[in-house]
């Protein structure tokens, strides 16, 4: 089991400490937060909190007046609030992978330099090797954001598709 994971920790040990533990603990609790509103829309967390509003709605005799419009805007503002729960950390998170990168990548190179005025820089070789290093930060950083963007653009379609739903389904009519 443990040579299944030795390329994984040897690629987290080339791209350094950044890599290392910032922006693999920032994946994980973005992918975290991701599953978790998936598990919500897919299995009956949405289901129940819609129905729960629904039912409401149509408990109400009344549903023409001012305050029945209120009301209304109350339910559907509470299920929207359930619904968006964790969607703007997510898009923090997407945001900051490439600045993790980034800093990544800076971190790395500040070593490269190091180690070229220790050594004299005289191998273009191994400076070659430790750009190369410094880079993978930046790369891994830039691959979180992108799986990011995706996973963030299906949670805000049905966040507002549900939403819409709802305000269609909770009418004024009758």
């Known amino acids: 089991m443990n040579e299944i994971f030795e390329p994984v920790r040897a ?10 533990y910032g922006i693999t603990t920032l994946a994980f ?5 991701i599953l978790e509103r998936i598990t919500y829309y897919k299995f009956g967390g949405l289901r129940k909190d819609i129905n729960e509003a629904t039912a409401a709605w149509e408990a109400r005799s009344e549903r023409v007046s001012w305050h029945a419009h209120k009301v209304r805007e109350k339910l559907i503002s509470e ?11 997510v898009k923090t998170m997407v945001a900051s992978a490439p600045l993790f990168g980034l800093l990544g990548t800076v971190t790395g190179m500040i070593s490269v330099f190091e180690v070229m005025a ?7 070789r191994q400076m070659a090797g430790g750009v190369f290093s410094a880079t ?12 990011g963007v995706f996973a963030d653009t299906y949670l805000n379609r049905v966040a507002n598709k549900e939403t819409m739903l709802l305000e269609d389904h909770l009418t004024m009519d009758h």
């Open 118 to 124: 220790i050594t004299g820089g005289g191998d273009a």
């Open 11 to 20: 690629y987290l040990d080339m791209g350094g400490p950044v890599l290392k």
């Open 29 to 33: 609790l973005m992918w975290t937060l």
């Open 136 to 147: 993978i930060p930046t790369l891994s950083g830039m691959v979180v954001a992108i799986a």
């Open 79 to 89: 299920v929207d609030l359930k619904v968006r729960s964790n969607l703007p950390m």
